[in-house]
């Protein structure tokens, strides 16, 4: 875990690895939007904070002034890199997220096949056969952790079965994708290293299928087109290393966030045992209440907004988890309501970068909760203390022990 300097004034310093902060941003939210709406922090490189949904609504609009094409990630700046053929050849871009117009809308819609509402219930039966495998594994012991036993696996064997590559090592891609976006955030060398491994790996994968085209994923994007041109090996590599990327942390921290929630709450545990019904409305309002992403982008052009001035080279971070909290669109926003109606959140971002695995992510949700809740309707959080969450821009708990009556 990264360790950080206690915070004293959130307004000018703040920290996404602070403590109190992994495990319940809302009051820091709730503070900054009364006293200082954009905050700002020279910690990890520097960058902005907004915290209220319409000045993040007005941050996605600005395009091209703020840029998606540096891969953004809270972490310590090196100075000087060592040269790198993996990355020389590969790059660091993982398109559509990190594309800008021009490109962006080519980018997006070769992928935007793959997470329709028909293309994504096509695994529905698998994440389903799953979820109670896993069950499996652990419902006669009476206990487990949710976290690392359950919830990691539903998106991590999702996406390693949509992709096309070998279930066996998918503790593997779990740890190389902490190893980039969750751990290491003050150790350049270490997180290149697992960018290196994730590239190294999809560049032999993508070099293998261009050879031997199969019926997959990556076959099905290499033979796609962009303008009349072939899609480069480089573009494909960047993309599945995006699924992995943006398909493993975010829905883990969804899932964990949500069981921990029920863990909690005995009475909205209950409620959702005994009327099922509820699940979408529940579903939606885990995913307001606990919103896993925090995006950024880069200001190539001074632009102005809430009464702060950015410059070019400022991070702006996509606070979409506060925004989901703000009182002037959530009536009770720090109250979860599982029969909340009107819930417009934006945890899966807005703009032209939104989510295009929400439906994924959706039935991953979905199935994990659904499953569980009808396996094992009575469970609670066997030392609540113990609960380890993640920092930085992903948030969700990596250490869950649960107890329920064993089966
Ligand atoms: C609950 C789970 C998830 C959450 C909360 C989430 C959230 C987000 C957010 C906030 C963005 C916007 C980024 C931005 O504005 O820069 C995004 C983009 C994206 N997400 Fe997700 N995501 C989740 C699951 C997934 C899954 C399962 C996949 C696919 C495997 C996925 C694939 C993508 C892709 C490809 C983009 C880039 C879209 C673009 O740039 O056009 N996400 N996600």
Same mark, same amino acid.
């Given at each position: 875990?990264?360790?950080?300097?206690?915070?004293?004034?959130?307004?000018?310093?703040?920290?996404?690895?602070? *403590?109190?902060?992994?495990?319940?941003?809302?009051?820091?939210?709730?503070?900054?939007?009364?006293?200082?709406?954009?905050?700002? $922090?020279?910690?990890?490189?520097?960058?902005?904070?907004?915290?209220?949904?319409?000045?993040?609504?007005?941050?996605?609009?600005?395009?091209?002034?703020?840029?998606?094409?540096?891969?953004?990630?809270?972490?310590?700046?090196?100075?000087?890199?060592?040269?790198?053929?993996?990355?020389?050849?590969?790059?660091?871009?993982?398109?559509?997220? $990190?594309?800008?117009?021009?490109?962006?809308?080519?980018?997006?819609?070769?992928?935007?096949?793959?997470?329709?509402?028909?293309?994504?219930?096509?695994?529905?039966?698998?994440?389903?056969?799953?979820?109670?495998?896993?069950?499996?594994?652990?419902?006669?012991?009476?206990?487990?952790?949710?976290?690392? *036993?359950?919830?990691v696996y539903i998106p991590a064997k999702t996406i390693a079965?949509?992709?096309?590559?070998?279930?066996?090592?998918v503790d593997?891609f779990i740890?190389?994708v902490?190893?980039?976006?969750?751990?290491?955030?003050?150790?350049? *060398?270490?997180?290149?290293?697992?960018?290196?491994?994730?590239?190294?790996?999809?560049?032999?994968?993508?070099?293998?299928?261009?050879?031997?085209?199969?019926?997959?994923?990556? !076959?099905?994007?290499?033979?796609?087109?962009?303008?009349?041109?072939?899609?480069?090996?480089?573009?494909?590599?960047?993309?599945?290393?995006?699924?992995l990327?943006?398909g493993i942390?975010?829905?883990w921290? !969804?899932?964990?966030?949500?069981?921990?929630?029920?863990?909690?709450?005995?009475?909205?545990?209950?409620?959702?045992?005994?009327?099922?019904?509820?699940?979408?409305?529940?579903?939606?309002?885990?995913?307001?209440?606990?919103?896993?992403?925090?995006?950024?982008?880069?200001?190539?052009?001074?632009?102005? $907004?809430?009464?702060?001035?950015?410059?070019?080279?400022?991070?702006?971070?996509?606070?979409?988890?506060?925004?989901?909290? *703000?009182?002037?669109?959530?009536?009770?926003?720090?109250?979860?309501?599982?029969?909340?109606?009107?819930?417009?959140?934006?945890?899966?971002?807005?703009?032209?970068?939104?989510?295009?695995?929400?439906?994924?992510?959706?039935?991953?949700?979905?199935?994990?909760?659904?499953?569980?809740?009808?396996?094992?309707?009575?469970?609670?959080? !066997?030392?609540?203390?113990?609960?380890?969450? !993640?920092?930085?821009?992903?948030?969700?708990?990596?250490?869950?022990?649960?107890?329920?009556?064993?089966?």
């Open positions: 875990m990264t360790e950080t300097p206690p915070v004293d004034d959130w307004a000018t310093d703040f920290d996404l690895f602070d *403590d109190s902060y992994r495990k319940d941003p809302g009051p820091v939210w709730k503070e900054l939007r009364e006293t200082c709406p954009i905050a700002h $922090t020279e910690r990890w490189g520097g960058s902005w904070l907004p915290t209220k949904y319409e000045d993040i609504q007005a941050f996605v609009r600005m395009v091209p002034e703020l840029s998606s094409r540096n891969p953004l990630v809270v972490s310590q700046p090196k100075e000087e890199q060592e040269f790198d053929p993996v990355l020389a050849e590969y790059g660091n871009s993982a398109p559509p997220i $990190t594309s800008d117009p021009p490109d962006h809308i080519p980018m997006r819609r070769m992928i935007l096949p793959l997470f329709t509402h028909k293309a994504v219930a096509k695994h529905s039966a698998f994440v389903e056969t799953m979820c109670h495998e896993l069950i499996d594994g652990f419902i006669e012991k009476g206990s487990c952790d949710a976290a690392l *036993d359950y919830a079965h949509i992709i096309g590559v070998d279930a066996h090592r593997e740890g190389w902490r190893g980039v976006i969750e751990l290491n955030a003050g150790d350049a *060398d270490e997180r290149n290293k697992y960018n290196r491994i994730l590239r190294q790996f999809f560049g032999e994968l993508v070099t293998e299928r261009k050879a031997n085209p199969k019926d997959d994923m990556i !076959s099905s994007l290499l033979a796609q087109e962009i303008n009349g041109a072939p899609v480069s090996k480089k573009a494909v590599v960047g993309m599945c290393n995006l699924m990327v943006a942390d975010t829905t921290s !969804s899932i964990g966030s949500a069981l921990l929630h029920f863990a909690t709450h005995p009475d909205h545990r209950r409620r959702l045992a005994n009327e099922p019904e509820l699940m979408p409305s529940a579903m939606e309002e885990m995913l307001r209440v606990y919103s896993p992403v925090t995006m950024a982008r880069e200001v190539t052009e001074e632009v102005q $907004t809430g009464g702060v001035t950015f410059k070019p080279g400022d991070k702006v971070l996509m606070n979409f988890p506060a925004a989901n909290r *703000d009182p002037a669109v959530f009536d009770n926003p720090d109250e979860v309501d599982l029969d909340r109606e009107k819930n417009r959140h934006i945890a899966f971002g807005i703009g032209s970068h939104r989510c295009a695995g929400s439906n994924l992510a959706r039935l991953e949700m979905e199935t994990a909760l659904r499953v569980w809740f009808e396996r094992i309707p009575e469970f609670e959080c !066997s030392n609540p203390d113990a609960v380890i969450w !993640s920092g930085g821009q992903v948030r969700g708990p990596r250490h869950l022990p649960f107890t329920f009556p064993a089966q």
